[in-house]
């Protein structure tokens, strides 16, 4: 089993930056893809970020190219999304997944652990 827990979510200007962290125990992640799910009210969770297990390949939603990076740390067992350029429409809770697996995939039902999520807010 694997726990993921968000943290890093906050209310921040358009323009701006946060950083999330997601930080995993129970198992090392070392050998499981990373990624970053997001969802608005009303709207269905969509793919944000994905890493692979040794951070070599990364696959980004159209619409946040340019904008986010995630990255890893296996020795901390933590992943990380670097947000700039922050928009209203980013704004969301923010869901942390994993999935035992060396390939990047885009869709909820392939990733078998989640965190409970983080709250990012941009204000106009």
């Known amino acids: 089993q694997v726990q993921l827990v968000e943290s890093g979510g906050g209310l921040v200007q358009a323009g701006g930056s946060l950083r999330l962290s997601c930080v995993a125990s129970g198992r090392t992640i070392r050998t499981s893809v990373m990624a970053w799910f997001r969802q608005a009210p009303g709207e269905e969770r969509e793919f944000v970020a994905g890493?692979?297990?040794?951070?070599?390949?990364?696959h980004y939603a159209d619409s946040v190219k340019g904008r986010f990076t995630i990255s890893r740390d296996n020795y901390k067992n933590t992943a990380y999304l670097q947000m700039n350029s922050l928009k209203p429409e980013d704004t969301a809770v923010y869901y942390c997944a994993a999935r035992n697996s060396i390939v990047v995939r885009t869709t909820t039902s392939e990733y078998e652990y989640w965190g409970q999520g983080t709250q990012v807010t941009v204000s106009s």
């Open positions: 890493v692979s297990w040794s951070g070599g390949t990364t």
